[in-house]
């Protein structure tokens, strides 16, 4: 298992996160009962947030949040943000008012929560849900961003009562022990019983807001969404984007020109125009058709497709573009592929032990001078032996100084765990 926790050089900090290292979720647990009945404890903090935008998808979903909140600070709101997982600092999970949540709050609202809950026996990511809708109700706010982190129906967050907006990204197999478990009741083939899970968002009166998919797919997921009453907006019914040199969007409101985000690949496009079908269905928060073009351009998210700056890890590959993403999974290795297409690269790569190091690189075939695999310090990840014909190295350091001198750019992909430690290693933590 990888290690959802960090390290903080703050002690009051650490002495929770050690205790948070302690929770797992008990084996054959699913539900919302603990969680909500932590929040009770609480005193119901999920009842009292600012509007919220609520988003899940196997690719995409921390992408659609980071274009959410630039807009929405575009427009001069004020924002809380819930983002998982953590880079390097555990912080990252709670962005209060735009800005991370200082290690004297964090460790305040981790102590109260764990205090409370230590008869529950819950979950590290029940913990953290409950800590961040307290921190959220403390501080006001005009709107709430809060990424899904597994699933949907049973993810901890999914306790919100109306949302001014759901939406759905892009969906694929992904999590497959925790969300294809066999179930009564439930849709038995593997992308529809991903369309339930991911749909379990839905609620009555909030606008859900999708990406195209399937027919098979979209079928289940208005199904959901007439059982539970949440108005439905399917992009190619209800809105359409077509993604080019700009982005052309248009729905029942209008047509717009939009700009291309300064994020690299195409599918980037995609979520911009999720973030902006999900802003343009909800009535909660007005937002204005500039702070859409400027939240568009000034949005940033690390470890996706990001070309690392100049930094210790870096001057390793002098001379040489070094580029860094997180994306483990077969849609993530599709983006990966049409992002390099053409070009020749060398490829760093660990993955956890439950992941397929296929997806990544079989995009990438014909284009890479070399495979060079990593073990992901800290997790349980993948040896040598699952990377047949690849080099190996002990860390990645050791594996940018063994390129060779033809500057060739370089990607280090695989896993969001080791992207953290790039960037921490690169002096590039997210702030």
Same mark, same amino acid.
């Given at each position: 298992?990888?290690?959802?926790?960090?390290?903080?050089?703050?002690?009051?900090?650490?002495?929770?996160?050690?205790?948070?290292?302690?929770?797992?979720?008990?084996?054959?647990?699913?539900?919302?009962?603990?969680?909500?009945?932590?929040?009770?404890?609480?005193?119901?903090?999920?009842?009292?947030?600012?509007?919220?935008?609520?988003?899940?998808?196997?690719?995409?979903?921390?992408?659609?949040?980071?274009?959410?909140?630039?807009?929405?600070?575009?427009?001069?709101?004020?924002?809380?943000?819930?983002?998982?997982?953590?880079?390097?600092?555990?912080?990252?999970?709670?962005?209060?008012?735009?800005?991370?949540?200082?290690?004297?709050?964090? &460790?305040?609202?981790?102590?109260?929560?764990?205090?409370?809950?230590?008869?529950?026996?819950?979950?590290?990511?029940?913990?953290?849900?409950?800590?961040?809708?307290?921190?959220?109700?403390?501080?006001?706010?005009?709107?709430?961003?809060?990424?899904?982190?597994?699933?949907?129906?049973?993810?901890?967050?999914?306790?919100?009562?109306?949302?001014?907006?759901?939406?759905?990204?892009?969906?694929?197999?992904?999590?497959?022990?925790?969300?294809?478990?066999?179930?009564?009741?439930?849709?038995?083939?593997?992308?529809?019983?991903?369309?339930?899970?991911?749909?379990?968002?839905?609620?009555?009166?909030?606008?859900?807001?999708?990406?195209?998919?399937?027919?098979?797919?979209?079928?289940?997921?208005?199904?959901?969404?007439?059982?539970?009453?949440?108005?439905?907006?399917?992009?190619?019914?209800?809105?359409?984007?077509?993604?080019?040199?700009?982005?052309?969007?248009?729905?029942?409101?209008?047509?717009?020109?939009?700009?291309?985000?300064?994020?690299?690949?195409?599918?980037?496009?995609?979520?911009?125009?999720?973030?902006?079908?999900?802003?343009?269905?909800?009535?909660?928060?007005?937002?204005?058709?500039?702070?859409?073009?400027?939240?568009?351009?000034?949005?940033?998210?690390?470890?996706?497709?990001?070309?690392?700056?100049?930094?210790?890890?870096? &001057?390793?590959?002098?001379?040489? !573009?070094?580029?860094?993403?997180?994306?483990?999974?077969?849609?993530?290795?599709?983006?990966?592929?049409?992002?390099?297409?053409?070009?020749?690269?060398?490829?760093?790569?660990?993955?956890?032990?439950?992941?397929?190091?296929?997806?990544?690189?079989?995009?990438?075939?014909?284009?890479?001078?070399?495979?060079?695999?990593?073990?992901?310090?800290?997790?349980?990840?993948?040896?040598?032996?699952?990377?047949?014909? !690849?080099?190996?190295?002990?860390?990645?350091?050791?594996?940018?100084?063994?390129?060779?001198?033809?500057?060739?750019?370089?990607?280090?992909?695989?896993?969001?765990?080791?992207?953290?430690?790039?960037?921490?290693?690169?002096?590039?933590?997210?702030?």
């Amino acid at each position: 298992m990888a290690k959802d926790f960090a390290a903080s050089e703050d002690p009051a900090v650490q002495a929770q996160l050690d205790r948070l290292a302690a929770l797992s979720l008990p084996q054959g647990r699913l539900g919302l009962e603990v969680v909500r009945e932590l929040l009770a404890r609480l005193g119901d903090p999920q009842k009292r947030l600012p509007p919220v935008f609520h988003v899940a998808g196997t690719n995409g979903k921390g992408s659609t949040c980071a274009y959410l909140r630039a807009i929405l600070e575009a427009d001069g709101k004020v924002v809380h943000t819930a983002i998982k997982p953590h880079l390097v600092r555990y912080n990252e999970r709670i962005r209060i008012a735009g800005e991370l949540v200082s290690d004297a709050e964090l &460790a305040a609202l981790l102590k109260e929560v764990l205090d409370l809950s230590e008869d529950l026996g819950p979950s590290f990511f029940e913990v953290t849900t409950a800590a961040t809708f307290l921190a959220f109700a403390h501080h006001p706010a005009d709107a709430c961003v809060i990424e899904v982190g597994l699933g949907g129906r049973f993810d901890a967050t999914n306790v919100m009562e109306r949302p001014a907006a759901c939406g759905i990204a892009t969906l694929g197999i992904d999590h497959e022990a925790f969300l294809l478990v066999p179930e009564e009741g439930v849709p038995q083939e593997p992308l529809v019983r991903i369309a339930f899970e991911k749909a379990g968002i839905a609620r009555a009166g909030s606008p859900l807001v999708t990406q195209s998919y399937p027919p098979a797919l979209e079928d289940e997921i208005a199904r959901i969404a007439a059982l539970v009453g949440a108005p439905l907006h399917r992009r190619g019914h209800d809105w359409w984007a077509e993604v080019g040199e700009s982005i052309e969007y248009r729905d029942r409101h209008g047509a717009l020109s939009l700009p291309l985000p300064a994020l690299p690949g195409r599918h980037q496009g995609d979520n911009v125009a999720l973030a902006v079908a999900m802003l343009r269905h909800q009535d909660k928060v007005p937002v204005s058709e500039r702070a859409l073009a400027e939240g568009i351009r000034s949005a940033r998210w690390p470890a996706r497709l990001q070309l690392l700056g100049q930094g210790p890890l870096t &001057a390793l590959a002098p001379g040489r !573009a070094v580029w860094l993403d997180g994306g483990h999974n077969a849609d993530a290795g599709l983006a990966i592929g049409r992002h390099f297409e053409g070009q020749r690269l060398h490829l760093v790569i660990g993955m956890l032990a439950n992941r397929y190091p296929a997806t990544i690189i079989e995009p990438l075939a014909g284009r890479l001078a070399s495979v060079t695999a990593v073990p992901i310090q800290g997790s349980e990840s993948h040896g040598a032996e699952a990377f047949p014909g !690849a080099l190996w190295a002990t860390d990645v350091a050791e594996a940018l100084k063994a390129l060779p001198d033809d500057g060739l750019p370089v990607l280090i992909a695989g896993s969001l765990y080791l992207a953290g430690k790039v960037l921490a290693a690169n002096d590039e933590i997210p702030d």
